[in-house]
């Protein structure tokens, strides 16, 4: 559950382009759900835990690379 959100934030911070893309999910009426409501919503905790605090260290470079994009463009 946290890998896809984990690699899109990594990537946003080296400067990779953002590109969304559709996509079709099918949900059948009878699936099974692999979801753990306690482990995975700590999981979960814990990954925005750790990119919120990763969010504050980067924070002046991403603000300089911000600013040096404004004036460029």
């Known amino acids: 559950m946290d890998f896809e959100r984990d690699s899109v934030v990594h ?4 400067d990779v382009p953002v590109v969304n893309l559709s996509n079709h999910v099918r949900y059948f009426p ?11 919503n700590l999981r979960l905790a814990w ?6 605090l990763g969010m504050l260290a980067r924070a002046p470079a991403l ?3 911000r600013a040096a994009r404004r004036t460029r463009g």
């Not at 990537?11 to 080296?14: A, E």
């Not at 009878?30 to 995975?40: N, P, T």
């Not at 990954?47 to 919120?52: G, K, Q």
Request: aromatic share 12%; net charge neutral; charged share 25%.
């Open 47 to 52: 990954l925005y835990t750790r990119l919120t």
């Open 63 to 65: 603000l300089r690379r």
């Open 11 to 14: 990537l946003v911070w080296m």
């Open 30 to 40: 009878d699936g099974i759900s692999h979801f753990d409501l306690v482990s995975d």
